[in-house]
Structure formats: C-alpha cells, structure tokens
T-cell receptor, first 114, second 113 residues
Framework: AQKITQTQPGMFVQEKEAVTLDCTYD???????LFWYKQPSSGEMIFLIY??????QNATEGRYSLNFQKARKSANLVISASQLGDSAMYFC???????????FGKGTMLLVSP | EAGVAQSPRYKIIEKRQSVAFWCNPI?????LYWYQQILGQGPKLLIQ????????DSQLPKDRFSAERLKGVDSTLKIQPAKLEDSAVYLC???????????FGPGTRLTVL
C-alpha cells in the first residue's frame, strides 16, 4: 500500500487566491511526522512546513498552513494568497517513529496564473 | 550559512559507463542522505549515513551502486555500470542529526543513453 498518496497530479490557481493540495498517509505507528516540500524547476527541494502526530494545533508558516485531520489520516497543505513564484511541484512526505527516513508522495504540480 | 552543494549538476553518459556524484553537506550536519528521483515520482532514499557510518542502504542496488562518506563530511555516490533506468535526478540532503529537518542540494540530473 502507498504510504503517502497525493491524488492531484496538477492544480491551477489564480494569483492571490488560496489553494489546497491534498495528502493522505498510511501508518500504524502512533508517532510520525508529516512534511511538505516545494520543488521548483531548478530541482532543489525546499522545506515548507512540518506537523508532528502529537501536535495539538495545525502547523502554520507564513502563507502555508497544514490542515491536519488525524482520524482521516490527511495532511493537506493550504497556500493562501498564491503568488506566481509558488508555481512548482509540491511533495508530501512522512517520517515514521524513530526513523529519519522520509517517504515521499508522487507530488502535485501547482501552476499559478496572473 | 552555505547550503548543500552537489556536482556535477548535469551528466550524460552511455549505458555501461561509470559515473560519480559528489555532495558536500551543510557544515556540522552529521546525517547525509542520497535520494534518487525518477521523472514524475517523489524522491526515494538510496542510502543514509550517520557521520561516516551507513545507517540505511536497504534500497541501494548494491550490484551497481556504491557510496562512501570518508571522514564524515563529503560523500560520493557511484554507479558502475549504468543502465538506462538509472536516468534520474540524484539528490543529496543533510540534517543536523537523524530525525531533524533535511536540507536538500540542487541535485544532479543524470541521463543514460
């Protein structure tokens, strides 16, 4: 079974609008962490936001917030006020238990239009 | 603070040839990772080092891939001989300790003809 599922191959949004990128995960470990990375065309993976399984509140970092629904095993990324520079691939990843290995989803391509 | 450095950025080789990639992690980072990212997929871990010891190489195709991290700083990843299916971006990442946030380098795009 896929540990990280990103069902949206591509998303389009207009500048200044908000967009939600979906991510569901599968683990039986009660301790885990969820990450979102941005990968622009230059290729570098840029860390955006982190949510721990025991965190009581949803994580926020500037224009990025993580909609964490533990019972549904979902960790959607919300980008508010989209900018042209947000156009990139976005990857959801999970780290389980005490392991540092990240398991990545297949990614979602976000295109922001003027 | 300098980021993770990788070279070369691009490499084109023919199948059955050898190739090596180099990574210099962020200064002081004990943990170093090599990932393979095939087009249209997320990165897949190949090998993880803690200082100069291997922590996880369960997904490394050991018949053709090798990696080392001498002195616990720089690392090299080698493919010998290369196959067509090795065409991918090879990403190096480092973290202060195992379990901390990982910082990625720009990657090396390998094309095997």
């Amino acid at each position: 079974a896929q540990k990280i599922t990103q069902t949206q191959p591509g998303m389009f949004v207009q500048e200044k609008e908000a967009v939600t990128l979906d991510c569901t995960y599968d683990t039986s470990d009660p301790s885990y962490g969820l990450f979102w990375y941005k990968q622009p065309s230059s290729g570098e993976m840029i860390f955006l936001i982190y949510q721990g399984s025991y965190d009581q509140q949803n994580a926020t970092e500037g224009r990025y917030s993580l909609n964490f629904q533990k019972a549904r095993k979902s960790a959607n990324l919300v980008i508010s006020a989209s900018q042209l520079g947000d156009s990139a691939m976005y990857f959801c990843a999970m780290r389980e238990g005490g392991y540092s290995t990240l398991t990545f989803g297949k990614g979602t391509m976000l295109l922001v239009s003027p | 603070e300098a980021g993770v450095a990788q070279s070369p950025r691009y490499k084109i080789i023919e199948k059955r040839q050898s190739v090596a990639f180099w990574c210099n992690p962020i200064s002081g980072h004990a943990t170093l990772y090599w990932y393979q990212q095939i087009l249209g997929q997320g990165p897949k871990l190949l090998i993880q080092f803690q200082n100069n010891g291997v922590v996880d190489d369960s997904q490394l195709p050991k018949d053709r891939f090798s990696a080392e991290r001498l002195k616990g700083v720089d690392s090299t990843l080698k493919i010998q001989p290369a196959k067509l299916e090795d065409s991918a971006v090879y990403l190096c990442a480092s973290s202060l300790f195992s379990g901390n946030e990982q910082f990625f380098g720009p990657g090396t795009r390998l094309t095997v003809l």
